[in-house]
């Protein structure tokens, strides 16, 4: 069975400084990851993901993640916060044993202050 | 090039009460997607449907729930009797191919509440 572990419910971070959100991953087969973001009262909306190839992904509004086969991670990263970047953030994950299903992780509170 | 969308946007019922939550997906999707997140957990899959055939539905917690897509278009999500753990978001998605590394575009979700 697949799964995915955020250990942070929350991240806080200074505009303007680095910000990384972690993600882990178990899959029995080749993972396909994903990160989604849900700003308040909105829906889930798509940010990048990783499915072969170079493992530095870049994505919407200058996200980047980094997958780490050996660590089984998928951390996202942004080089300087905007406190518009606050929102819920949702790492996800399938492989072809699951169907089509995504499996996600638990969510992390991303609070950028000014 | 419209987006998932999904009706209502908000809903609250009294327990015992039967709601139906509307999906309209990305046009030309085939595959469209039920999920939910309640209690502030992580989000759920429940079903999926490829056109009007239901591909897997797994997910779906119970027989209270019952998913329609007649016609291969928009989909339909009934609760019936709600029950107050069925407080919650439940977001409906859609993508072009059922291909595990293609991207699952999600709605802006329709929020439950159940009293």
């Known amino acids: 069975a697949q799964s995915v572990a955020q250990p942070e419910d929350q991240v806080n971070v200074a505009e303007g400084n680095p910000l990384t959100v972690k993600c882990t991953y178990s899959?029995?087969?080749?993972?396909?990851l994903f990160w989604y973001v849900q700003y308040p009262n909105r829906g889930l909306q798509f940010l990048l993901k990783?499915?072969?190839?170079?493992?530095l992904v870049k994505g919407s509004y200058g996200f980047e993640a980094e997958f780490n086969k050996s660590q089984t991670s998928f951390h996202l990263k942004k080089p300087s916060a905007l406190v518009s970047d606050s929102a819920l953030y949702f790492c996800?994950?399938?492989?072809?044993?699951?169907?089509?299903?995504?499996?996600f992780g638990t969510g992390t509170r991303l609070a950028v202050r000014p | 090039e419209a987006g998932v969308t999904q009706f209502p946007s908000h809903s609250v019922i009294e327990k015992g009460q039967t709601v139906t939550l509307r999906c309209d997906p990305i046009?030309?999707?085939?595959?469209l997607y039920w999920y939910r997140r309640v209690m502030g957990k992580e989000i759920k899959f429940l079903l999926h449907?490829?056109?009007?055939?239901?591909?897997?539905e797994s997910g779906m917690p119970n027989n209270r729930f019952l998913a329609e897509r007649t016609g291969g278009t928009y989909s339909t999500l009934k609760v019936q009797p709600a029950e107050l753990e069925d407080s919650g978001v439940y977001f409906c998605?859609?993508?072009?191919?059922?291909?595990?590394?293609?991207?699952?575009?999600f709605g802006e979700g329709s929020w439950l509440t159940v009293v």
């Open positions: 899959v029995s087969g080749n993972p396909y």
């Open positions: 998605a859609s993508s072009q191919v059922a291909f595990s590394g293609n991207t699952i575009y």
């Open positions: 990783y499915i072969t190839g170079d493992n």
């Open positions: 996800a994950v399938r492989d072809e044993s699951s169907g089509d299903k995504l499996t």
């Open positions: 046009s030309g999707h085939d595959n």
């Open positions: 449907f490829v056109k009007e055939s239901k591909q897997d």
